[in-house]
C-alpha cells in the first residue's frame, strides 16, 4: 500500500466475501472473465491480450458504488497501520459516480485543527482474481488523475491505486501474501512512486516496511489532467517480471530473481484484488514533510475515469476455457456424486469417464474450476492433509483456488496442499481430498 522509506505498510484492509473465487488450474486460462462491454473510455486492449474485467464507472451524479464490483473499506486511518489520520466513509460525501463516468474518492475537512476532522474514501474490487496464469500475462490500468493540489495546500494528501494478494482474503498475512502498489504520490509533488511489498515485516528479503521500490519519479502534469497508470505481471519470461508503467512508458521493473523463489511466489505468483484509497496523513507524507498543516485544503479529489484487466495466457491468450475434463489416476475423472445436480456440499470423487456428464466437464475460471454452476472447494475452509473436496458456491475464497504444477498435480496456494486420491485409489466414487504435495501418482490429474 504505500511504497519506501520503512514506513509501517496496512498490513489488511476490512474485507466482505469478495464475488468471485481466483484459483487457476492449468495454465491454460488467465482471469476471471466478467461478461460487459467496456466504453470508450478504457484504455485499448493492447496486441495479445484479452479484456477479462473493466469498469468505466458509468453511474448516476452523487450515486453510491456500484456494490456487485466494488465494496466500501470503512474505518479511522489509525486501523489501517500507516498513521494515517482521516476516517473512510461510505458517504456519497467522501466516494461517489460525478455523473461522467468517473468515480470520485473526496477528501473532506472539518474543525480549526488540521490534524484531525478529515474524512475520506477507500474502496476494493468484490472479486480478488486479477493474476497471471503460470506461463501468461496480466496487466491492470486505470486512467485517473491525481489530486488538484500542490505542495504549497497538499501537505498530508497520499492518493494510491493499489493492489492486494487475494491469498490475504483468506487469512496469509501481510506481506507475505504481497502487495503491488501502481500509483502512490504524496503531498500535492509532481511525481509519482511504485513498488512491491514481500516476505516478512520488519526486513527479511524485501526490505520490509519499505518494499522493493521505483523510488520518487517525475509525474508532470498528473495533478491537472488524466493519465495512464499501470502494471503487468509477467509469468512468461523467465525470470519472472512485474513491470510499472506510466503513459505507456516501462519506467520500473522488479524482477522475481532480486529475492528467493519461495518468497516470489508467495507474493506474486497468485490473483490480487484492487484497491483505490485517498488517505491523510500518515508515515509516507510525514517523511517528505508532509502535514496536514494550516494551509492544506480540504476538498481534494482522486478522480477515476477508468480501470482495465487484460490477460494473455501461455496456451489460452487468456479468458475462460470450458468443457475440459480432469482426469486423475486410474484415467477415472474427477466427478461430482448426483448425477448431475450437485448442489452446495456435494461430493467430489473419481468416476469412469462419461462424455454425456456434465459434472465431470469444468470451466477453468481464471484459477477456479466451475462445473453446474459451482466451484471445486475444500469442505469447511480447513487446511488439514485430509480434508475432503466438494462442490460449493463459488465465493472469492482461497479454499477454491487451483494452480497447475510442473510435476503435473494441482495445488491450492492457501493451503499449500495438492488434490489427491486417497493411497492412489482409483476406484469408482473415490472421494478426492488434499494432501501434501508429493509428485505421487496419486496426484496427477490433467486437464484434458
Same mark, same amino acid.
Given at each position: 500500500?504505500? $511504497?519506501?522509506?520503512?514506513?509501517?505498510?496496512?498490513r489488511?484492509s476490512?474485507?466482505?466475501?469478495?464475488?468471485?473465487a481466483v484459483a487457476g488450474?492449468?495454465?491454460?486460462a488467465?482471469?476471471?472473465?466478467?461478461?460487459?462491454?467496456?466504453?470508450a473510455?478504457?484504455?485499448?486492449?493492447p496486441? #495479445?491480450f484479452?479484456l477479462t474485467?473493466?469498469?468505466d464507472f458509468d453511474?448516476?451524479?452523487?450515486?453510491?458504488?456500484?456494490?456487485?464490483?466494488?465494496k466500501?473499506?470503512?474505518? $479511522?486511518?489509525s486501523s489501517?497501520g500507516? #498513521?494515517e489520520?482521516?476516517?473512510m466513509?461510505n458517504s456519497?460525501?467522501?466516494?461517489?459516480y460525478?455523473?461522467q463516468s468517473?468515480l470520485?474518492?473526496?477528501?473532506?475537512?472539518?474543525?480549526s485543527?488540521?490534524?484531525?476532522?478529515?474524512?475520506?474514501?477507500r474502496?476494493?474490487?468484490?472479486a480478488a482474481?486479477?493474476g497471471?496464469?503460470?506461463g501468461?500475462?496480466?496487466r491492470?490500468?486505470?486512467?485517473?488523475q491525481?489530486?488538484d493540489?500542490t505542495?504549497?495546500?497538499g501537505?498530508g494528501?497520499?492518493p494510491?491505486?493499489?493492489?492486494?494478494g487475494a491469498?490475504?482474503r483468506?487469512?496469509v498475512?501481510?506481506?507475505k501474501?504481497g502487495?503491488?502498489?501502481?500509483?502512490?504520490n504524496i503531498n500535492?509533488r $509532481?511525481?509519482?512512486?511504485?513498488?512491491?511489498h514481500?516476505?516478512?515485516?520488519?526486513g527479511?528479503p524485501?526490505?520490509?516496511?519499505?518494499g522493493?521500490t521505483?523510488?520518487?519519479?517525475?509525474?508532470?502534469?498528473?495533478?491537472?489532467?488524466?493519465?495512464n497508470y499501470?502494471?503487468?505481471?509477467?509469468?512468461?519470461?523467465?525470470?519472472?517480471?512485474?513491470?510499472?508503467?506510466?503513459?505507456?512508458?516501462?519506467f520500473?521493473?522488479?524482477?522475481?530473481?532480486?529475492?528467493?523463489?519461495?518468497t516470489w511466489?508467495?507474493?506474486?505468483?497468485?490473483?490480487?484484488?484492487?484497491i483505490?484509497?485517498l488517505?491523510i496523513g500518515?508515515?509516507f507524507?510525514?517523511a517528505?514533510?508532509?502535514?496536514?498543516?494550516?494551509?492544506t485544503?480540504? #476538498?481534494?479529489?482522486l478522480?477515476?475515469?477508468?480501470?482495465?484487466?487484460?490477460?494473455? #495466457?501461455?496456451s489460452?491468450?487468456?479468458?475462460?476455457?470450458?468443457g475440459?475434463?480432469?482426469?486423475? $489416476?486410474?484415467?477415472?475423472?474427477?466427478?461430482?456424486?448426483?448425477d448431475?445436480?450437485?448442489?452446495?456440499?456435494t461430493?467430489?470423487?473419481?468416476?469412469?469417464?462419461?462424455?454425456?456428464?456434465?459434472?465431470?466437464?469444468?470451466t477453468?475460471?481464471?484459477?477456479?474450476?466451475?462445473?453446474?454452476?459451482?466451484?471445486?472447494?475444500?469442505?469447511g475452509?480447513?487446511?488439514a /492433509?485430509?480434508?475432503?473436496?466438494?462442490?460449493?458456491?463459488?465465493?472469492?475464497?482461497g479454499?477454491?483456488?487451483?494452480?497447475?504444477?510442473s510435476?503435473g498435480?494441482?495445488?491450492?496456494?492457501?493451503?499449500?496442499?495438492?488434490?489427491?486420491s486417497?493411497?492412489? /485409489?482409483?476406484?469408482?466414487a473415490t472421494?478426492?481430498?488434499?494432501?501434501d504435495?508429493?509428485?505421487?501418482?496419486?496426484q496427477?490429474f490433467?486437464?484434458?
Amino acid at each position: 500500500m504505500r $511504497p519506501s522509506l520503512g514506513f509501517l505498510k496496512r498490513r489488511a484492509s476490512r474485507r466482505a466475501l469478495p464475488l468471485v473465487a481466483v484459483a487457476g488450474a492449468v495454465a491454460l486460462a488467465a482471469a476471471f472473465t466478467v461478461s460487459q462491454s467496456a466504453s470508450a473510455t478504457v484504455p485499448a486492449t493492447p496486441s #495479445g491480450f484479452t479484456l477479462t474485467w473493466s469498469d468505466d464507472f458509468d453511474g448516476a451524479a452523487n450515486t453510491g458504488l456500484d456494490q456487485s464490483k466494488w465494496k466500501y473499506d470503512t474505518g $479511522p486511518g489509525s486501523s489501517f497501520g500507516t #498513521g494515517e489520520i482521516e476516517t473512510m466513509t461510505n458517504s456519497t460525501s467522501n466516494v461517489y459516480y460525478d455523473g461522467q463516468s468517473h468515480l470520485v474518492l473526496k477528501a473532506n475537512h472539518s474543525g480549526s485543527d488540521p490534524a484531525a476532522g478529515w474524512t475520506s474514501g477507500r474502496v476494493e474490487t468484490q472479486a480478488a482474481t486479477f493474476g497471471a496464469a503460470a506461463g501468461g500475462v496480466v496487466r491492470i490500468e486505470s486512467r485517473l488523475q491525481q489530486p488538484d493540489v500542490t505542495t504549497a495546500n497538499g501537505a498530508g494528501y497520499w492518493p494510491a491505486f493499489w493492489m492486494l494478494g487475494a491469498p490475504l482474503r483468506s487469512g496469509v498475512t501481510w506481506p507475505k501474501s504481497g502487495e503491488i502498489d501502481i500509483l502512490e504520490n504524496i503531498n500535492g509533488r $509532481p511525481s509519482a512512486f511504485s513498488a512491491i511489498h514481500c516476505g516478512v515485516n520488519p526486513g527479511g528479503p524485501c526490505n520490509e516496511s519499505t518494499g522493493i521500490t521505483s523510488g520518487e519519479r517525475p509525474c508532470a502534469g498528473c495533478s491537472t489532467g488524466f493519465h495512464n497508470y499501470a502494471v503487468e505481471i509477467d509469468r512468461s519470461t523467465s525470470p519472472e517480471q512485474v513491470r510499472f508503467y506510466l503513459d505507456g512508458n516501462n519506467f520500473y521493473t522488479v524482477k522475481a530473481n532480486q529475492v528467493d523463489a519461495t518468497t516470489w511466489a508467495d507474493a506474486i505468483d497468485h490473483p490480487f484484488f484492487i484497491i483505490y484509497d485517498l488517505a491523510i496523513g500518515g508515515g509516507f507524507p510525514n517523511a517528505f514533510g508532509g502535514g496536514p498543516n494550516a494551509a492544506t485544503v480540504s #476538498g481534494g479529489k482522486l478522480v477515476i475515469d477508468s480501470v482495465a484487466v487484460y490477460n494473455k #495466457g501461455a496456451s489460452s491468450g487468456g479468458g475462460t476455457v470450458t468443457g475440459k475434463t480432469i482426469k486423475g $489416476p486410474g484415467g477415472k475423472c474427477v466427478d461430482v456424486a448426483g448425477d448431475d445436480t450437485g448442489g452446495d456440499g456435494t461430493a467430489v470423487q473419481l468416476w469412469d469417464c462419461q462424455s454425456a456428464a456434465k459434472d465431470q466437464h469444468w470451466t477453468v475460471s481464471g484459477q477456479t474450476l466451475q462445473t453446474l454452476g459451482k466451484c471445486l472447494d475444500i469442505a469447511g475452509g480447513a487446511n488439514a /492433509a485430509g480434508t475432503k473436496l466438494q462442490l460449493a458456491n463459488c465465493n472469492g475464497g482461497g479454499y477454491q483456488n487451483w494452480v497447475a504444477q510442473s510435476d503435473g498435480s494441482m495445488k491450492n496456494p492457501t493451503t499449500g496442499r495438492c488434490i489427491d486420491s486417497p493411497s492412489g /485409489a482409483t476406484a469408482n466414487a473415490t472421494r478426492l481430498q488434499i494432501w501434501d504435495c508429493n509428485g505421487a501418482a496419486a496426484q496427477k490429474f490433467s486437464l484434458v
